[in-house]
């Protein structure tokens, strides 16, 4: 019964106050009886006066004319203190009709205070903005007490984008184009919230003729009372909080006050959210630094042995075959020296690029340090299936490369091995790689090809 009652907000009916008023409170027939006494007794006074003493007491015309203004003078009084007494009768019940009202503000705000505490953990552990908008208009809609209530995000462009919004009429809102430009007279509120950079409230909504453009939604839907708070993310400007009543005059200074409470719950979520976003970036772009080359992007030595053992239980479980090189730059001395250590860095990331476009999804190219690099080819279906990357890489290295405005052809060495036709640890398949490369680039000014595979 309780949420009930509050659901619509406390507004005496004119049959309460006219009840109050005319007398329906216990005291008032205290004074009641007090004021039919006086009457009474004036009444009594006057009749016996008039009517019976001159016939007992012959009185002289001095006598008559005292007590007449004696009786005027008492009837006068009589009249005042029934007139004072109606009006402490007036002063006390107005005190009561606000002292109700208040309570059911007070009521109101019990209400919404408990719904906003069921959703408490929308400031404990939000999942996402999303998540804690949604939460939150949850627990606002949920009491009964708030019409309808959404929050808007200030764009690049100065307009309000609609991001979350909970209750009547709120589906009709993104046909509704709000442009916080700061300069109309007739912004609505949720602009002037922005623009002003505080919180602005109306309580009678509908009769507002500012609102003239959007008059037939807010009758639709009754939105009579509309509140708008700025939201600030970071100390900045972020967007807004409105809450919408269909009750006239809602928005009392203590439902103000209270909203205001939960939109500094919304700023504090919003920055923690940020600071949480920020801190994960952080931890992964040193997780990305401890296991990956800080020049050219590559998976790291650190990374090697995980990419590798990971590649041959798949390549067990699947029965396929793995074949794994080891690569060398022939003459990355010469470019340092000639050209320097910043244009050897060029070169370098523009040679892990290249592989990367070579390589297939499935591949992968690790950077051990220097000019050394691995290459793990997965799900092979065959020992021979790594042809194909040897041709694509052939094809690259035929293009030159742009050294300080100059073309130069890179020679490199590569050395294969294929599990599990050569077999062994993590370990044992990349010395064996190292070694079919170091062989192949021992031959390098009279080979006939830059790879080689390995041999026992």
């Given at each position: 019964?309780?949420?009930?009652?509050?659901?619509?907000?406390?507004?005496?009916?004119?049959?309460?106050?006219?009840?109050?008023?005319?007398?329906?409170?216990?005291?008032?027939?205290?004074?009641?009886?007090?004021?039919?006494?006086?009457?009474?007794?004036?009444?009594?006074?006057?009749?016996?006066?008039?009517?019976?003493?001159?016939?007992?007491?012959?009185?002289?015309?001095?006598?008559?004319?005292?007590?007449?203004?004696?009786?005027?003078?008492?009837?006068?009084?009589?009249?005042?203190?029934?007139?004072?007494?109606?009006?402490?009768?007036?002063?006390?019940?107005?005190?009561?009709?606000?002292?109700?009202?208040?309570?059911?503000?007070?009521?109101?705000?019990?209400?919404?205070?408990?719904?906003?505490?069921?959703?408490?953990?929308?400031?404990?552990?939000?999942?996402?903005?999303?998540?804690?908008?949604?939460?939150?208009?949850?627990?606002?809609?949920?009491?009964?007490?708030?019409?309808?209530?959404?929050?808007?995000?200030?764009?690049?462009?100065?307009?309000?984008?609609?991001?979350?919004?909970?209750?009547?009429?709120?589906?009709?809102?993104?046909?509704?184009?709000?442009?916080?430009?700061?300069?109309?007279?007739?912004?609505?509120?949720?602009?002037?919230?922005?623009?002003?950079?505080?919180?602005?409230?109306?309580?009678?909504?509908?009769?507002?003729?500012?609102?003239?453009?959007?008059?037939?939604?807010?009758?639709?839907?009754?939105?009579?009372?509309?509140?708008?708070?700025?939201?600030?993310?970071?100390?900045?400007?972020?967007?807004?909080?409105?809450?919408?009543?269909?009750?006239?005059?809602f928005f009392s200074e203590e439902i103000l006050k209270f909203l205001s409470r939960i939109n500094s719950l919304l700023v504090h979520s919003l920055n923690e959210l940020d600071?949480?976003?920020?801190?994960?970036?952080?931890?992964?772009?040193?997780?990305?630094?401890?296991?990956?080359?800080?020049?050219?992007?590559?998976?790291?030595?650190?990374?090697?042995?995980?990419?590798?053992?990971?590649?041959?239980?798949?390549?067990?479980?699947?029965?396929?075959?793995?074949?794994?090189?080891?690569?060398?730059?022939?003459?990355?001395?010469?470019?340092?020296?000639?050209?320097?250590?910043?244009?050897?860095?060029?070169?370098?990331?523009?040679?892990?690029?290249?592989?990367?476009?070579?390589?297939?999804?499935?591949?992968?190219?690790?950077?051990?340090?220097?000019?050394?690099?691995?290459?793990?080819?997965?799900?092979?279906?065959?020992?021979?299936?790594?042809?194909?990357f040897i041709r694509r890489l052939s094809e690259t290295l035929k293009n030159p490369f742009i050294i300080k405005g100059m073309e130069r052809i890179l020679n490199i060495s590569l050395g294969l091995t294929v599990f599990p036709v050569d077999g062994g640890s993590p370990d044992t398949i990349?010395?064996?790689?190292?070694?079919?490369?170091?062989?192949?680039?021992?031959?390098?000014?009279?080979?006939?090809?830059?790879?080689?595979?390995?041999?026992?």
């Open positions: 019964m309780t949420n009930k009652f509050i659901s619509h907000s406390y507004e005496p009916s004119k049959n309460e106050k006219r009840l109050i008023i005319l007398g329906s409170d216990t005291f008032f027939i205290g004074y009641l009886l007090i004021l039919l006494s006086i009457v009474s007794a004036s009444a009594i006074f006057l009749f016996l006066n008039k009517f019976l003493f001159p016939l007992a007491l012959p009185r002289s015309a001095a006598l008559n004319a005292r007590l007449y203004y004696f009786n005027m003078v008492f009837l006068f009084g009589t009249l005042v203190i029934i007139f004072l007494i109606f009006l402490l009768f007036y002063y006390i019940s107005k005190r009561n009709i606000e002292r109700r009202e208040n309570e059911g503000k007070l009521a109101a705000l019990k209400v919404l205070y408990q719904s906003i505490l069921n959703e408490v953990s929308l400031v404990i552990n939000p999942k996402n903005e999303q998540d804690l908008f949604h939460r939150m208009l949850r627990g606002i809609v949920k009491s009964g007490l708030i019409t309808a209530s959404w929050i808007g995000r200030l764009e690049k462009d100065n307009t309000i984008k609609y991001i979350a919004a909970r209750g009547s009429g709120t589906q009709e809102l993104m046909k509704i184009k709000i442009k916080a430009d700061c300069t109309p007279s007739n912004m609505p509120l949720a602009a002037r919230a922005v623009c002003l950079n505080k919180t602005v409230y109306n309580n009678d909504h509908l009769s507002d003729p500012g609102m003239a453009p959007w008059m037939d939604f807010l009758k639709k839907y009754r939105w009579a009372s509309v509140c708008a708070i700025p939201v600030h993310k970071g100390g900045e400007k972020w967007g807004v909080f409105v809450c919408v009543s269909d009750k006239k005059g600071l949480k976003k920020q801190l994960e970036e952080e931890k992964e772009k040193v997780e990305f630094l401890v296991h990956h080359d800080y020049l050219t992007g590559l998976p790291n030595r650190s990374f090697l042995k995980d990419l590798l053992e990971g590649a041959i239980r798949r390549s067990g479980r699947n029965k396929t075959f793995l074949a794994v090189g080891m690569i060398d730059f022939d003459d990355f001395k010469y470019v340092n020296d000639a050209f320097g250590h910043e244009a050897g860095d060029v070169l370098l990331k523009d040679f892990s690029k290249r592989m990367l476009l070579v390589l297939r999804k499935s591949d992968h190219m690790v950077r051990l340090g220097g000019d050394e690099f691995v290459i793990i080819l997965e799900d092979l279906k065959k020992a021979g299936d790594y042809y194909p990349l010395g064996r790689a190292d070694k079919a490369m170091y062989n192949v680039k021992s031959i390098k000014d009279k080979r006939d090809k830059f790879w080689a595979l390995y041999e026992e």
